[in-house]
């Protein structure tokens, strides 16, 4: 059934999350990452860098004329571009350390978690964490992706814009990935300028991962 933009628009409120709903709104970002994995496989395998890397590799081992060690070099390589996503995605998690609480997380003053409700469902998610007086971190930007091209993220977005204003904020960050297109297109389409790019390799030794892309808007 095709929904249209009013009756989706009145069937999804925005709201705070409440602190029975930590573990709801933990799974929905984090299901919303994992979904990444195919894409990021894709564009990791296809990194100019990491071409360029394995050719020499496997031409090196042809002139050496180890034929079967480029084989099983081709075979590793495929293996590491399988699991790669699933690692760096782990040690992201690791990292994060409002998972445990976002309730009482993003009570703090001048932060904020917004959730996207349908029914008593959780389908989407946006925060903002304090960096300075005039400034605030956009984070967990997640839609569930059955309700994906709804017009959802951009409300989150605005909603979380007006809680920065209110708070006195002149200026909001955000950084995500190059295989993120969808969120990058939002982003932008609302006055988000981009400000640096920086790859970030899973390895030090290997040219694989993620290239990070970070924006920011005066509000």
Not at 51 to 59: D, H
Not at 116 to 123: E, H, N, Q, S, Y
């Amino acid at each position: 059934m095709v929904v249209d933009d009013d009756e989706t628009k009145a069937a999804i409120s925005i709201r705070e999350l409440r602190r029975d709903e930590n573990d709801a709104v933990v799974a929905l970002i984090r299901s919303g990452l994992v979904g990444l994995t195919r894409d990021f496989r894709w564009k990791m395998a296809l990194e100019p860098k990491m071409i360029v890397f394995l050719g020499i590799v496997v031409a090196v081992c042809a002139l050496l004329q180890l034929f079967a060690a480029s084989l099983v070099l081709l075979a590793l390589f495929a293996a590491f571009v399988h699991q790669a996503p699933h690692m760096a995605l782990a040690a992201y998690f690791s990292r994060c350390d409002d998972y445990a609480d976002m309730h009482a997380y993003y009570r703090r003053d001048g932060h904020k978690l917004l959730v996207a409700v349908a029914g008593t469902r959780i389908v989407g998610s946006i925060a903002v964490a304090t960096m300075d007086a005039t400034s605030a971190d956009l984070r967990r930007m997640s839609v569930h992706k059955d309700f994906r091209r709804r017009g959802i993220a951009r409300r989150l977005v605005l909603a979380i814009e007006e809680h920065c204003r209110a708070c006195g904020y002149e200026r909001m960050e955000l950084s995500t990935t190059t295989v993120q297109t969808a969120a990058i297109k939002l982003y932008e389409s609302v006055g988000y300028r981009l400000v640096r790019t920086v790859f970030r390799p899973i390895f030090r030794a290997l040219p694989l991962g993620p290239t990070v892309v970070f924006y920011e808007k005066v509000l």
